[in-house]
């Protein structure tokens, strides 16, 4: 069964880092685009970043660039979102997805283009 499983959540003071993990289970990674995405309370899901499958390309939303970093190791089966600097505004559900893709250098950043699902990790930036 294919899953997808989000950790490394939590409460941060602004200003702290996090890293997010997105362990696969059930299939390789290695053949999968993998994004991830937030849902803060009251909005929209929200596209943060993306990575190619061969993990060359990637793509970030305007307002984390510079400040999160994403990567993959395909030997773990796991993709890894690394936020610094984290703002209130950050505070969200996020979730990781993956759309398999035979493309080794395209990223997909919207939510409609994935269908396998994260159940999601809660960050809270406050002090």
């Known amino acids: 069964q294919l899953q997808l499983v989000e950790s490394g959540g939590g409460l941060v003071q602004p200003g702290g880092s996090l890293r997010l993990s997105c362990a696969a289970s059930?299939?390789?990674?290695?053949?999968?685009?993998i994004s991830w995405f937030r849902q803060a309370p009251g909005k929209e899901r929200e596209g943060v970043s993306c990575?190619?499958?061969?993990?060359?390309?990637?793509n970030f939303a305007d307002s984390v660039k510079g400040r999160f970093t994403i990567s993959r190791d395909n030997a773990k089966n796991t993709v890894y979102l690394q936020m610094n600097s984290l703002k209130p505004e950050d505070t969200a559900v996020y979730y990781c997805?993956?759309?398999?893709?035979?493309?080794?250098?395209?990223?997909?950043?919207?939510?409609?283009?994935?269908?396998?699902w994260g159940q999601g990790t809660q960050v809270t930036v406050s002090s």
């Open positions: 997805a993956a759309r398999r893709t035979l493309s080794g250098a395209a990223c997909y950043d919207r939510a409609a283009e994935y269908v396998n």
């Open positions: 059930g299939f390789a990674l290695n053949f999968y685009a």
């Open positions: 990575i190619s499958r061969d993990g060359g390309s990637t």
